[in-house]
């Protein structure tokens, strides 16, 4: 599934090919919202709150929100203008938005929705604190990760609803980070707003280099077996969470001992 940062830049997308265009076409290819007419309307922005995509519509005297979520197979591909999509094959697209200069296909989306803007708390509402949000403090960040008692540190900062926007590989990397094992309870740990500035400041950094580069600098995640960059000892793989919704982690059993 994309993390925050690679949904940051989805966004970015989005908003250099609609953000200020008026909708020449646009076509939602999802039964429940099918007859939804949003050609002729205005994109405002696109705005992302953890993993999901808020792309904001002015049409007459509405304003709209067309919402998607990637999860683990959807993403948006952009191109000029044209008659055909620029992304395919047919039968993928969810979403296929044109303006006079630009398109945006949406391709494999598990989740695609039109409501109306004020009723986005509907959506996100259960969110917890957005790790890329200008507005993130990490002091706060780290009260709420505290108060999930003797939950292990990996399951909560993969929990939306505590942090969001971190997904499996920053959250590996965070653990490794603060040297603490992905199983270690979080109620009695320190060091939490340092682990969230570092990996909030990766993630950041992750925004302005091509996502190869980023994951060369990876320090834990899938690289399972293969020597820590810190100490040289083997890098080890495991399940954490609670079955079926169980999650893949990555640690370094010397930098990272069990607890």
């Given at each position: 599934?994309?993390?925050?940062?690679?949904?940051?830049?989805?966004?970015?997308?989005?908003?250099?090919?609609?953000?200020?265009?008026?909708?020449?076409?646009?076509?939602?290819?999802?039964?429940?919202?099918?007859?939804?007419?949003?050609?002729?309307?205005?994109?405002?922005?696109?705005?992302?709150?953890?993993?999901?995509?808020?792309?904001?519509?002015?049409?007459?005297?509405?304003?709209?929100?067309?919402?998607?979520?990637?999860?683990?197979?959807?993403?948006?591909?952009?191109?000029?203008?044209?008659?055909?999509?620029?992304?395919?094959?047919?039968?993928?697209?969810?979403?296929?938005?044109?303006?006079?200069?630009?398109q945006a296909v949406g391709l494999?989306?598990?989740?695609?929705?039109?409501?109306?803007?004020?009723?986005?708390?509907?959506?996100?509402?259960?969110?917890?604190?957005?790790?890329?949000?200008?507005?993130?403090?990490?002091?706060?960040?780290?009260?709420?990760?505290?108060?999930?008692?003797?939950?292990?540190?990996?399951?909560?900062?993969?929990?939306?609803?505590?942090?969001?926007?971190?997904?499996?590989?920053?959250?590996?990397?965070?653990?490794?980070?603060?040297?603490?094992?992905?199983?270690?309870?979080?109620?009695?740990?320190?060091?939490?707003?340092?682990?969230?500035?570092?990996?909030?400041?990766?993630?950041?950094?992750?925004?302005?280099?091509?996502?190869?580069?980023?994951?060369?600098?990876?320090?834990?995640?899938?690289?399972?077996?293969?020597?820590?960059?810190?100490?040289?000892?083997?890098?080890?793989?495991?399940?954490i969470g609670t079955p079926p919704?169980?999650?893949?982690?990555?640690?370094?059993?010397?930098?990272?001992?069990?607890?």
């Open positions: 599934m994309p993390e925050g940062d690679a949904v940051l830049r989805a966004a970015t997308r989005l908003n250099q090919a609609l953000a200020g265009e008026r909708l020449t076409k646009a076509d939602i290819r999802v039964p429940r919202f099918a007859t939804v007419r949003l050609t002729g309307a205005h994109v405002i922005e696109t705005h992302t709150v953890g993993k999901h995509l808020l792309t904001r519509i002015a049409r007459e005297d509405k304003k709209l929100t067309l919402h998607s979520h990637m999860r683990m197979d959807g993403r948006w591909v952009v191109g000029k203008a044209a008659n055909r999509p620029c992304a395919g094959p047919d039968f993928q697209i969810r979403v296929w938005l044109v303006t006079e200069h630009s494999r989306m598990a989740e695609v929705k039109v409501i109306p803007t004020a009723d986005e708390n509907r959506l996100i509402g259960h969110l917890g604190l957005d790790v890329l949000s200008p507005d993130f403090r990490s002091e706060e960040g780290a009260q709420r990760i505290l108060a999930q008692g003797n939950a292990e540190l990996v399951q909560v900062l993969l929990d939306q609803r505590v942090i969001c926007g971190l997904g499996t590989m920053w959250a590996a990397e965070m653990a490794h980070n603060m040297g603490v094992n992905p199983y270690a309870p979080v109620d009695s740990m320190s060091g939490l707003e340092l682990g969230l500035d570092y990996v909030r400041g990766e993630m950041m950094a992750a925004l302005t280099v091509s996502p190869g580069e980023s994951r060369s600098r990876l320090m834990v995640f899938e690289r399972n077996r293969q020597p820590c960059r810190k100490c040289g000892a083997g890098i080890r793989r495991g399940r919704y169980q999650r893949v982690t990555y640690w370094c059993p010397s930098c990272q001992p069990v607890p």
